[in-house]
């Protein structure tokens, strides 16, 4: 049985049974599942849920930022990049990939083998964009000072990352989200150089920077698989 409410729009399943003492929470890819009694009231239920909404959240796009869709790098595909679609050459006598305008020149071989040689492109690629954008969040928070490097990651578990030094790491596939995304997730890494946690202070910072943050971060963890 579904319940009538939702998380990043995954809808919580609810599964009863009269043997079951303890409720309990499972997150899996793509899916919510609530374990309970056959007797706990509805509404004791929901408060559970949310109560534990921001961990179930957590969770669901650490899954979709490490569980993707295997892209098919095709001659004539286009390829989201920085808020723009290059379209895609195979070029036969070609042994790197390279970018003339909207038009991303890549060389022939196996799917696996074009699919990394793309993914190489992309990570030098957007660098620049993306120390630009942290860089210029930092700056408005007034936190440039607290900034180190700026890098970007393949990490399977999360979208962007910083650490006590102040180095933000941000995801290449990120390059292939609306732009909107992208600033969001640079937002959210520079405001730890102020707050060096997910507390009131800190999402208040975010929402300063971005009112309708939410919006964005709700798209990254509904479609964040899709990158």
């Given at each position: 049985?579904?319940?009538p409410w939702a998380i990043s729009g995954i809808p919580v399943e609810v599964r009863r049974s009269a043997r079951r003492r303890t409720v309990a929470l499972q997150v899996r890819p793509g899916a919510v599942t609530l374990y309970a009694p056959a007797r706990v009231p509805?509404?004791?239920l929901r408060e559970i849920v949310d109560a534990r909404r921001e961990w179930v959240a957590r969770h669901l796009e650490a899954y979709a930022a490490r569980t993707s869709v295997r892209r098919v790098v095709a001659d004539g595909?286009?390829?989201p990049f920085l808020g723009q679609d290059l379209t895609i050459r195979v070029a036969p006598d070609s042994r790197t990939v390279r970018r003339e305008g909207g038009v991303l020149h890549v060389p022939a071989g196996t799917p696996e083998a074009t699919e990394h040689a793309v993914e190489r492109w992309t990570r030098r690629?957007?660098?620049?964009?993306?120390?630009a954008l942290v860089e210029d969040a930092a700056a408005r928070l007034g936190a440039a000072g607290r900034l180190g490097r700026v890098q970007v990651t393949g990490a399977q578990q999360r979208w962007g990352s910083c650490?006590?030094?102040?180095?933000?790491r941000v995801h290449w596939k990120l390059s292939r989200a609306p732009r909107s995304v992208l600033e969001y997730v640079t937002i959210h890494e520079?405001?730890?150089l102020?707050?060096?946690?997910?507390s009131r202070r800190y999402w208040s910072l975010v929402e300063h920077m971005m009112p309708d943050y939410r919006v964005h971060r709700d798209w990254l963890r509904e479609h964040g698989h899709t990158l």
């Open positions: 049985m579904t319940e509805l509404d004791t595909e286009l390829l690629a957007c660098l620049p964009t993306f120390r650490n006590a030094q102040g180095d933000i520079a405001a730890h102020l707050e060096f946690n997910h």
